[in-house]
């Protein structure tokens, strides 16, 4: 470890995040140092921060969905240079493993991981990142990772021109599921959500209908929609076990149903099979992550009005509250602020 310091918060147990001076992170020969303009805070990272999720456990620093700017490269990096903005994966795969040879890179048996990017300075390996244009933004670039999740999920759901598009849930990625799937041609595309806010902004984002799941009957109002079919294609994006087999009720037959949430180890949910294979012959997905999609959500991220999603910046000094409230508020991204200076 290097003898220089930085600010960084240290993730010390359930739902406790506490800033100190840390040392800064060693920059290893294919990798670079990145002052962090932003890292936003991942639906993801208030889950593992619960400590219910058994393989990632405390004390570590989070914070996985940042950009910023190069300051130091290893001596084998090629294509990165010291002044470069980047936005960055928060691991890197390695190219020659059985999985990552067979289109699966997510599934690598040898993948490095980036040090956490709740801090001022993050070191990641040169093949995690990806240079920002010079006309957007850190506030934009800070999307990458969640953009890409969400450009995953939506291909996983086989999403079609005019088609229709159901997302069940309302957060920050399945906000983008719903743009991206607008963008796509879906039509229409629908989302289903008990919080109000969040289906004020679906309309924001690209919803054509909304369906509040605790006051109407969610399949009535789809069939109605649909003059119907029902949904040809549709997200699960809520994390709630029985939205799966709403997400598979709700589907038009032979329609497409992609699980794309998270779920706690040994979840169970019951699916009517006899709906689903008989009845509908649905093509039931799931989707994690979003292999060899880096590159490509680099050049669609322009095109993602993302900022209407920014509900806080709030500085790494404030990091436990800021968990705190998107843990308990309709939060859509809180993006984390390591230094008070600009960042050009
Ligand atoms: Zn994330
Ligand atoms: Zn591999």
Same mark, same amino acid.
């Given at each position: ?191 289903? /959500?008990?919080? @109000?806010?969040?289906? *004020?902004?679906?309309?924001?984002? +690209?919803? &054509?209908? !909304? %369906?509040?799941? #605790?006051?109407? /009957?969610?399949? @009535?109002?789809?069939? *109605?929609?649909?003059?119907?079919? +029902?949904? &040809?294609? !549709? %997200?699960?994006? #809520? ?106």
């Amino acid at each position: 470890m290097s003898s220089k310091m930085m600010r960084g918060g240290y993730w010390d147990g359930p739902y406790s995040m506490t800033v100190m001076d840390v040392p800064q992170p060693d920059v290893g020969p294919d990798q670079v140092k990145v002052k962090v303009a932003y890292c936003a805070i991942c639906e993801n990272d208030v889950w593992i921060s619960s400590g219910e999720f058994f393989e990632v456990q405390p004390p570590r620093i989070l914070g996985h969905e940042f950009c910023g700017k190069i300051v130091e490269v290893g001596k084998d990096v090629k294509h990165y240079k010291a002044g470069d903005r980047v936005a960055c994966n928060m691991q890197v795969f390695c190219g020659t493993c059985w999985y990552c040879h067979n289109g699966y890179e997510h599934f690598c048996q040898n993948i490095v991981q980036a040090t956490g990017a709740f801090a001022q300075y993050a070191v990641v390996s040169e093949k995690a990142c990806e240079h920002m244009p010079d006309d957007m933004s850190y506030e934009h670039g800070v999307f990458l990772e969640v953009t890409s999740a969400a450009m995953y999920s939506v291909e996983r759901a086989e999403v079609k021109m005019g088609r229709s598009f159901a997302v069940i849930g309302g957060g920050a990625k399945a906000q983008l599921e719903l743009m991206i799937g607008r963008q796509k041609g879906a039509c229409p595309v629908i989302c289903i /959500d008990p919080s @109000e806010v969040r289906r *004020k902004k679906a309309l924001e984002m +690209g919803a &054509d209908y !909304v %369906i509040d799941p #605790s006051s109407e /009957d969610v399949q @009535e109002a789809v069939l *109605k929609i649909t003059k119907g079919h +029902g949904v &040809d294609h !549709v %997200i699960e994006s #809520s994390g709630i076990p029985e939205n799966c087999s709403l997400a598979c009720d709700i589907a038009a037959a032979c329609g497409t149903v992609n699980f794309a949430a998270n779920y706690l180890p040994g979840t169970k949910c019951t699916l009517d099979l006899w709906q689903l294979r008989l009845m509908k012959q649905l093509r039931v997905h799931t989707s994690i992550q979003s292999p060899y999609l880096f590159e490509r959500t680099m050049e669609y991220l322009p095109r993602m009005e993302v900022e209407k999603l920014i509900t806080a910046i709030r500085p790494l000094e404030e990091l436990n509250d800021a968990f705190l409230q998107q843990r308990d508020h309709e939060e859509f991204k809180i993006l984390i602020k390591p230094w008070d200076e600009k960042i050009d």
